[in-house]
């Protein structure tokens, strides 16, 4: 059993957003597949980190659950900033079931233990958010973030946290949601949102004393992201 982690990979089977409109994401959804198939097992997990689907509605991105619900392995899906189609844990659980989705489980507001691991996690929040009204949202994601993080301790083993946006970043941390990672003992942060050339202000490797890491796909060029269990 093994767990990886892999960010924004934007499936867009029945929406008119192709991706490889831009450099470095030609043939993704093949090169993902490929990556993904000779990596992950049945008994593994994934969890993808947000920006999932294009799709606006769940009908819309039902094509691109279903290419994920026919990969290896169980998949924890995390909301991003383009997860429109995102709903609650009840009526996802539903809706997955109702269309026999049955490796796709939502991060949200909850956790899960996987080995010796607990999976924490929410979308999080821009680092440089200043718009009005935006500290409603840092505080709500802050309160997602602690509850699953309150979740994963339930369960025991090491808290590991995943999230859409980067908590960190060279030229700035967002830090109310730094806050809560270190306010709990944090040690395991991993993170998308960024790509091409934006990468270069990701953090890989420990701040604060936390090791972060970016998963998002075009910056993994399609290949999930192996998380150490120990």
């Given at each position: 059993?093994?767990?990886?982690?892999?960010?924004?990979?934007?499936?867009?089977?029945?929406?008119?957003?192709?991706?490889?409109?831009?450099?470095?994401?030609?043939?993704?959804?093949?090169?993902?597949?490929?990556?993904?198939?000779?990596?992950?097992?049945?008994?593994?997990?994934?969890?993808?980190?947000?920006?999932?689907?294009?799709?606006?509605?769940?009908?819309?991105?039902?094509?691109?659950?279903?290419?994920?619900?026919?990969?290896?392995?169980?998949?924890?899906?995390?909301?991003?900033?383009?997860?429109?189609?995102?709903?609650?844990?009840?009526?996802?659980?539903?809706?997955?079931?109702?269309?026999?989705?049955?490796?796709?489980?939502?991060?949200?507001?909850n956790a899960?233990?996987?080995?010796?691991?607990?999976?924490?996690?929410?979308?999080?929040?821009?680092?440089?958010?200043?718009?009005?009204?935006?500290?409603?949202?840092?505080?709500?994601?802050?309160?997602?973030?602690?509850?699953?993080?309150?979740?994963?301790?339930?369960?025991?083993?090491?808290?590991?946290?995943?999230?859409?946006?980067?908590?960190?970043?060279?030229?700035?941390?967002?830090?109310?949601?730094?806050?809560?990672?270190?306010?709990?003992?944090?040690?395991?942060?991993?993170?998308?949102?960024?790509?091409?050339?934006?990468?270069?202000?990701a953090v890989?490797?420990?701040?604060?004393?936390?090791?972060?890491?970016?998963?998002?796909?075009?910056?993994?060029?399609?290949?999930?992201?192996?998380?150490?269990?120990?």
């Amino acid at each position: 059993m093994s767990v990886f982690a892999i960010g924004d990979t934007h499936l867009s089977f029945s929406s008119d957003k192709p991706m490889n409109v831009f450099k470095g994401w030609d043939d993704y959804v093949l090169r993902l597949q490929n990556k993904w198939q000779k990596l992950v097992k049945t008994e593994d997990t994934v969890i993808i980190n947000g920006d999932i689907s294009w799709g606006m509605t769940l009908s819309e991105s039902e094509k691109d659950f279903e290419f994920l619900n026919g990969l290896n392995g169980t998949k924890i899906l995390i909301k991003g900033n383009h997860d429109y189609w995102w709903n609650t844990l009840t009526k996802m659980n539903n809706y997955f079931q109702s269309k026999g989705f049955d490796t796709l489980k939502i991060l949200n507001n909850n956790a899960y233990r996987i080995g010796d691991i607990s999976v924490a996690g929410t979308r999080g929040w821009f680092f440089d958010a200043e718009k009005q009204g935006e500290d409603k949202i840092m505080a709500r994601e802050c309160a997602r973030l602690q509850r699953s993080i309150d979740e994963a301790k339930k369960l025991g083993g090491e808290t590991v946290v995943f999230l859409h946006y980067p908590p960190v970043s060279n030229v700035g941390d967002c830090e109310p949601i730094l806050d809560v990672l270190l306010a709990n003992g944090i040690k395991r942060c991993y993170y998308g949102h960024l790509h091409g050339g934006a990468a270069h202000i990701a953090v890989n490797g420990k701040k604060h004393g936390i090791d972060f890491r970016l998963v998002s796909a075009d910056y993994l060029e399609f290949c999930p992201y192996s998380i150490s269990l120990g």
